[in-house]
């Protein structure tokens, strides 16, 4: 996939929009943009990109990375060197750029970010008929820093087709836990050797959504903005459910796992063929969906009706370099992706489902079928969700050392109340 990426990237070297290595222009007409995604995007944001171009004479110079790991690592060594992207594509929070959420005026987004309120009072940016919730996300200590494109929620992506070809039960949209088991031994019992239920989504390098999640519906969430409710026996329980799964033949063995990196379709072991079900945020089913043949759709995290435990994540917020040359050139692209319908007409609900009332009737009334699933699950998962917890102090870390133990244990390293004890232990040293 990351070679197919760079031969697309070199093919589109020759139209108006350069999906390279930045020869750092520094023209008014060319404004560098970094983010991450697979072909698909690449190929509909050169599409959009295409109309800014025709209108504003304003060339994007986009700067792909495959997955979020390799765009940040890029764009903070470009930014330490001086030669950073105008634009930078950020996740639903600030998080990406090692700040903590939780602590909304803590320093440090100033010291990376352009305040945008001043494309705002000058009309460049127009957020009046954007979602509040859109517009808070990208807010710190009153200060706009980003505009978040849309929004999604954790969703467990499934291979319908692989299910049908093996015989194997389709999944209810809401299960019980105890449903859920069931409903995963069921399809182990008709998948060949070496194929499995579920992707190992315990902990990633990059997530911990599957905890998160699991903490909150256990009634011990992992973080309430002030201290953890999570207990030493809690995270016992939960390392115990991902070894079952191991141990049962649900989840690949760790040597498996290791294998695929899951934070993206490129480096999916569904995709890959390895494993039926997955966890993503529901924009995601966009570039799984075009990464494979087999027809592909969405299903609760189990519990959720009991629960209320899914939320609604802003996604994709996009920033401006704070040492940008071209910074007004930058916040009327902003704009132009905040406000106008023709890019979502093209780009659909892959950068979740739009802000504003104009960007959303655009995809309904154009929307693909799995731009239609996507709306049809948010319909019903948004009748079973809370308000989002605020993420772990220094979440970053947070998410890499916790996959290190976890790590430890699947591979058998690590015995799981020794591992529980350094879950503890971990949060303790991040949050005091």
Not at 9 to 22: E, I
Not at 136 to 150: C, F, K, N, P, Q
Not at 181 to 186: K, V
């Amino acid at each position: 996939m990351k070679k197919a990426i760079l031969i697309l990237a070199l093919l589109v070297l020759a139209g108006s929009m350069v999906f390279a290595m930045p020869a750092q222009d520094t023209s008014a007409n060319t404004v560098r943009w970094s983010f991450w995604g697979g072909e698909a995007r690449i190929r509909n944001y050169q599409l959009t990109n295409d109309i800014f171009l025709q209108e504003t004479g304003i060339t994007i110079a986009g700067e792909p990375a495959p997955g979020t790991g390799e765009h940040f690592n890029k764009f903070f060594t470009q930014f330490r060197g001086g030669g950073a992207a105008d634009i930078i594509q950020l996740g639903g929070t600030f998080s990406n750029l090692n700040l903590s959420d939780n602590n909304r005026s803590a320093p440090g987004v100033e010291n990376i970010l352009l305040p945008l309120d001043q494309f705002v009072r000058r009309g460049i940016i127009d957020i009046s008929s954007a979602d509040g919730a859109a517009i808070a996300a990208g807010t710190r200590d009153g200060v706009l820093y980003a505009i978040s494109a849309g929004s999604n929620m954790p969703a467990l992506i499934y291979n319908k087709t692989l299910l049908e070809r093996v015989g194997a039960p389709l999944p209810a949209v809401d299960m019980t836990w105890a449903q859920f088991d069931l409903w995963l031994a069921a399809v182990q019992a008709r998948l060949p050797a070496g194929t499995y239920a579920m992707t190992d989504i315990g902990a990633t390098a990059t997530s911990s959504m599957f905890l998160g999640y699991w903490a909150g519906d256990n009634g011990t969430p992992t973080w309430d903005g002030t201290r953890t409710h999570l207990t030493n026996a809690a995270v016992l329980a939960y390392l115990t459910r991902w070894a079952g799964y191991r141990t049962a033949g649900v989840i690949p063995p760790a040597d498996v796992s290791a294998q695929f990196s899951e934070d993206n379709e490129a480096n999916s072991s569904l995709i890959a063929g390895r494993t039926a079900v997955t966890l993503v945020y529901s924009n995601g089913l966009n570039n799984y969906q075009a990464a494979t043949t087999d027809t592909l759709d969405l299903i609760m995290l189990p519990n959720a009706t009991v629960s209320k435990g899914l939320w609604t994540q802003t996604s994709q917020m996009m920033g401006i370099n704070i040492n940008s040359k071209n910074a007004d050139s930058a916040a009327r692209y902003l704009n132009f992706r905040l406000n106008d319908p023709r890019v979502w007409t093209i780009m659909g609900s892959d950068p979740g489902v739009p802000v504003t009332p104009a960007t959303r009737s655009a995809i309904a009334a154009a929307g693909s079928d799995t731009t239609k699933k996507i709306m049809a699950y948010l319909d019903i998962a948004g009748r079973n969700s809370s308000a989002a917890a605020p993420n772990m102090p220094n979440d970053t870390q947070w998410n890499s050392e916790f996959f290190l133990i976890y790590q430890n244990v699947a591979f058998g390293r690590t015995l799981l109340p020794l591992a529980s004890q350094q879950v503890m232990d971990l949060i303790t040293r991040l949050t005091r």
